[in-house]
Protein backbone atom coordinates (compact mmCIF):
# COMPACT_ATOMS: atom_id res chain seq x y z
CA UNK A 1 0.00 0.00 0.00
CA UNK A 2 2.83 2.35 0.62
CA UNK A 3 4.32 1.83 -2.91
CA UNK A 4 0.75 2.96 -4.17
CA UNK A 5 1.07 5.87 -2.37
CA UNK A 6 4.77 6.71 -3.59
CA UNK A 7 3.85 5.70 -7.10
CA UNK A 8 2.43 9.03 -8.13
CA UNK A 9 5.81 10.83 -6.91
CA UNK A 10 7.96 8.66 -8.37
CA UNK A 11 6.68 8.43 -11.84
CA UNK A 12 7.04 12.69 -11.61
CA UNK A 13 10.53 12.34 -10.60
CA UNK A 14 10.73 9.69 -13.69
CA UNK A 15 9.13 11.56 -15.81
CA UNK A 16 11.39 14.96 -15.22
CA UNK A 17 14.63 12.64 -15.79
CA UNK A 18 13.22 11.45 -19.06
CA UNK A 19 12.48 14.68 -20.61
CA UNK A 20 15.56 16.12 -19.00
CA UNK A 21 17.38 13.36 -21.15
CA UNK A 22 15.59 13.89 -24.14
CA UNK A 23 15.85 17.48 -24.15
CA UNK A 24 19.77 17.19 -23.58
CA UNK A 25 19.95 14.94 -26.46
CA UNK A 26 18.49 17.39 -28.87
CA UNK A 27 16.19 14.89 -30.56
CA UNK A 28 11.97 15.71 -30.51
CA UNK A 29 9.44 13.81 -28.38
CA UNK A 30 8.39 12.22 -31.81
CA UNK A 31 11.78 11.17 -32.56
CA UNK A 32 12.54 9.52 -29.31
CA UNK A 33 9.14 8.01 -29.17
CA UNK A 34 9.69 6.19 -32.41
CA UNK A 35 13.35 5.39 -31.89
CA UNK A 36 11.62 3.17 -28.60
CA UNK A 37 9.23 1.69 -30.02
CA UNK A 38 6.54 3.52 -27.94
CA UNK A 39 3.99 6.29 -29.41
CA UNK A 40 4.07 10.28 -28.63
CA UNK A 41 1.60 9.52 -26.12
CA UNK A 42 2.92 7.01 -24.20
CA UNK A 43 5.88 9.28 -24.03
CA UNK A 44 4.59 12.14 -23.20
CA UNK A 45 2.82 10.17 -20.39
CA UNK A 46 6.21 9.01 -18.86
CA UNK A 47 7.78 12.83 -19.23
CA UNK A 48 4.26 14.20 -17.45
CA UNK A 49 4.50 11.80 -14.63
CA UNK A 50 1.04 10.06 -15.85
CA UNK A 51 2.52 7.14 -15.77
CA UNK A 52 5.43 4.93 -14.36
CA UNK A 53 7.26 3.32 -17.54
CA UNK A 54 8.46 -0.65 -17.23
CA UNK A 55 12.39 -1.28 -16.72
CA UNK A 56 12.18 -2.48 -20.58
CA UNK A 57 10.53 1.08 -21.59
CA UNK A 58 12.90 2.62 -19.61
CA UNK A 59 16.24 0.90 -21.51
CA UNK A 60 14.63 1.56 -24.61
CA UNK A 61 13.96 5.80 -23.72
CA UNK A 62 18.05 5.80 -22.30
CA UNK A 63 18.90 4.04 -25.92
CA UNK A 64 16.91 6.05 -28.18
CA UNK A 65 18.57 9.31 -26.25
CA UNK A 66 21.99 7.78 -26.45
CA UNK A 67 22.32 6.92 -23.07
CA UNK A 68 22.53 4.35 -20.77
CA UNK A 69 19.88 3.34 -17.89
CA UNK A 70 22.02 4.08 -14.97
CA UNK A 71 22.60 7.71 -16.76
CA UNK A 72 19.28 7.92 -17.33
CA UNK A 73 17.96 7.33 -13.82
CA UNK A 74 18.95 7.13 -10.22
CA UNK A 75 19.15 3.87 -8.94
CA UNK A 76 16.73 3.89 -6.50
CA UNK A 77 14.22 5.24 -9.17
CA UNK A 78 15.17 2.21 -11.15
CA UNK A 79 14.26 0.02 -8.57
CA UNK A 80 10.64 1.17 -8.71
CA UNK A 81 10.14 0.27 -12.28
CA UNK A 82 8.72 -3.15 -12.87
Same mark, same amino acid.
Request: proline share 2%; glycine share 10%.
Given at each position: MASNALEPRVARRVGGHIKAARVASGF? %??H??? /? /?? *??? %? +????? +?????LPSRRDARALAG????? *??? *???????? /? *?T
Open positions: S %RAVAR /S /SG *LTN %R +ELAGY +EQGKTACGIN *LDE *LLPSDLVE /S *L
